[in-house]
C-alpha cells in the first residue's frame, strides 16, 4: 500500500533526480566555456603560438570586403494572425561560418588571414538586425512562400568587414617577415566580432550561478517538506506545494538557461515577424480591383 510517506518519498526523490540532470548539464555548459576560456591565451603581437589577438579588418577577400561571414538558414511558416496583423514565424536549420581570407592589423603587425571554414562570432544585434522585417512589401512577399507546405527558406548572413574590430584566435607562424594565421591543431580558427574571453567568462558565471542556486533551492524545499510531522503537518505541505511549482518549472528554466549559453556561432536566432502595416496592402488591392 502506497502510504503518505512513501508518496512523499517518491515525490523528493523525481524532484531531485530532476534538479540534479539540469544542474549537470548547467555545470557541463559553464566547464566547455571554461575550457575555452583557458584555451583563448592572449598573444602579444609579433609572438609567434596558438592564441588570441585583437586587431582591425584591413581588408578581405569575400563580398563587400568580407574577412568572415556568419550564416543561419531558416525556414518561415505562417503563424496565427493578431488581430488584423499577419505573422511569419521563423525557425533555425543549420548553422555555419566561412572564412574569405584578408588581413588583421594587430598594433603594428599585419596578419596575413587563410580562408577556409572557421567558427565565426557576430554581434548578436547584427544578426538581429539583418533578421528583421524591413517593410510591408517583404512581409507580403515573403508571406506568400510561408503559407506554402514547404515555407519560406532564407539565409541570414552577418560579414565581419573592412573597418570592423575584431578577434581572432588560431596558430601564428611568421613567414618570412609576414605572419600568417592558420588551424589550431585539433581546432579551427575563431573570428569574433565579441570578445570571445569576456563572453566564456561571463556565461560560465552565469550557468554556476543558475547550477548552484536551483540545488539551493531544492535543498530548501526538501527542508521544509521534511519538517515534522513529515508529509503531515503545515510546513511539509508548504513544501509539497513548492516542491511541485519547483519540479514544473526548472526543466524549461534549465533549458533556456542552456539556449542563453550557447556561443554567438550557434545561439538561436528564430525570430517572428509580425506584419508591420495591413492597411496598406489592403488599400492597394482595392485600388487595384477598381482600376481593373
Known sequence: MLTREIMGALALAI?????????????????SHLRRLRSLTPLVPGQEGVGLLRGTVQEGHGE???????????????????????????????FSGAVFGGKVK???VELDIRAGDGDIWPERGAVLSEAN??????????????????????????????????????KVRKEGNSFSLGDP??????????????FSRGKALFAITFAWVELVI????????????????????VG??????????????GTAVRDAVRAPSRAFVRGRWVEPNPERDSTAASRSAAGA
Not at 524532484?15 to 566547464?31: P, R, S
Not at 568580407?66 to 496583423?85: F, K
Request: net charge positive.
Open 15 to 31: 524532484l531531485w533526480v530532476t534538479t540534479l540532470l539540469v544542474a549537470g548539464v548547467a555545470f557541463k555548459q559553464a566547464t
Open 64 to 94: 563587400e570586403s568580407a574577412l568572415a561571414r556568419y550564416e543561419v538558414s531558416q525556414v518561415g511558416r505562417a503563424g496565427a494572425d493578431e488581430g488584423r496583423r499577419r505573422t511569419i514565424h521563423f525557425s533555425d536549420r543549420t
Open 106 to 108: 594587430v598594433a603594428n
Open 133 to 170: 522585417c524591413s517593410d510591408q512589401a517583404q512581409f507580403v512577399r515573403v508571406y506568400e512562400e510561408a503559407r506554402k507546405a514547404r515555407g519560406h527558406l532564407r539565409s541570414v548572413k552577418v560579414n565581419l568587414k573592412k573597418g570592423d574590430t575584431v578577434w581572432v584566435f588560431g
Open 185 to 198: 591543431a585539433g581546432d579551427s580558427i575563431l573570428i569574433s566580432a565579441v570578445d570571445p574571453r569576456a
Open 218 to 237: 531544492a535543498g530548501g524545499i526538501t527542508f521544509l517538506a521534511l519538517m515534522p510531522p513529515r508529509f503531515d503537518g503545515w510546513p511539509s505541505k
Open 240 to 253: 509539497g506545494l513548492l516542491g511541485l511549482a519547483f519540479f514544473l518549472s526548472v526543466q524549461p528554466i
